[in-house]
């Protein structure tokens, strides 16, 4: 099954469409036992609708959050499982899923970013997988989606049933000219949406390292050269000063 996403209709004329993705999310509660993080869904008028909004930063803070387990644990507690829905359900339900898990499926949203950044090539397709094409590129979903379309005055509103399929179309609508990783390997927060396409660095501190780093390698490259034509340079003042002192007349 492919779910097509691509905005322009007609590159030619430039006709765009609103569409908006939307999910709910929301625990009552969850735990660390073990390895395993243990919650209880919120009730249905309990739960936070979030929706896509540019520069998708709930997407960001996704990719960007700590994977520790207690990291992992706030989350839970807030926004519940990935890839189970919260509804429909006449009274809140359980969810369980490991700590691996979650780092795996938010491992897969980051390789998708990356991948967009380069030259994609489609992944091979498997059997039972869903995929999801935009603009001709086809990157893997988790399973085949039951979705539900609607509309209101600023357009189509798609409403995902989980919240990992909220965060790979709003990955998947972000134009891939935007999408950034700090290059700062120490960054915490190294993915983002580049709102000015010469932005390489997510913050001022990252681009100041990039910049030292950059002249660390020019002086590591040239700088033996530069230092010889420096010297050869002074050498060869001083000796037009010796030959020509202050006051002789050339």
Known sequence: MVLGCEFIVNPAMKLQRNIRFIVLAGAEDARLEGDDVVGKWAKHDKLRRIESKLPSSFLVRFLNWEDSPE?????????GHLLESPIPRKEPGDFRFSLEFWRNWRQS???????????????????????IEVSGSVLIESRPIAHAWSCDRSGLVYSCPTLYEFLLLDL???PRERLRKCPNP????????????????????CKHWVQHQAKLLWWAEHGRAWRKRRRKAIHEVKIRRKNHPKGDKQ
């Not at 990291?71 to 926004?79: D, E, G, N, P, Q």
């Open 71 to 79: 990291a992992i644990l706030r989350f839970a507690r807030v926004h």
């Open 109 to 131: 949203l980051r390789s998708n970013w990356e991948s967009r950044m380069r030259a994609f090539k489609p992944p091979p397709s498997r059997p039972g997988v869903v995929t």
């Open 172 to 174: 998947l609508s972000i």
């Open 186 to 205: 120490s960054c915490k927060t190294p993915y983002f949406v580049a709102e000015n396409l010469r932005h390489q660095c997510c913050s001022s501190p």
